[in-house]
């Protein structure tokens, strides 16, 4: 079973940076792609950022040019460079691990503890 632990949110300004670090346990092999989701404060889910085995990334529109998903294989874990923070990214945010199928994400392990992104500003 696939196991995922998030660390490295806190408390932000606006314009500052974080990266988000996914430490990733188990059986890895049934998937072929990372993603990362965010539940900002009372609102949905929504999904972030993906990579595929392969490197290629896809993200949520309000965060292109600012957020970076990247894997390191060897390490088993799974990054989220986020830059030019603003009020609207403060969301709890979560690893995962997943495939890649037509363009479309799907998720096959259950989600971690997740980590805060708040806004101190």
């Known amino acids: 079973q696939v196991r995922v632990v998030e660390s490295g949110g806190g408390s932000v300004q606006a314009g500052e940076s974080l990266t988000l670090s996914c430490g990733v346990s188990?059986?890895?092999?049934?998937?072929?792609?990372a993603g990362w989701y965010r539940q900002p404060p009372g609102k949905q889910r929504e999904l972030v950022a993906t990579i595929s085995r392969g490197g290629r990334t896809d993200y949520l529109d309000s965060v292109k040019g600012r957020f970076t998903i990247s894997r390191d294989s060897a390490k088993n874990t799974v990054y989220l460079q986020m830059n030019g923070l603003k009020h609207d990214d403060r969301a709890v945010y979560y690893c995962t691990m997943g495939n890649l199928q037509g363009g479309t994400y799907y998720r096959n392990v259950g989600w971690g503890q997740g980590d805060q992104v708040t806004d101190s500003s």
């Open positions: 188990g059986r890895i092999t049934s998937s072929n792609a």
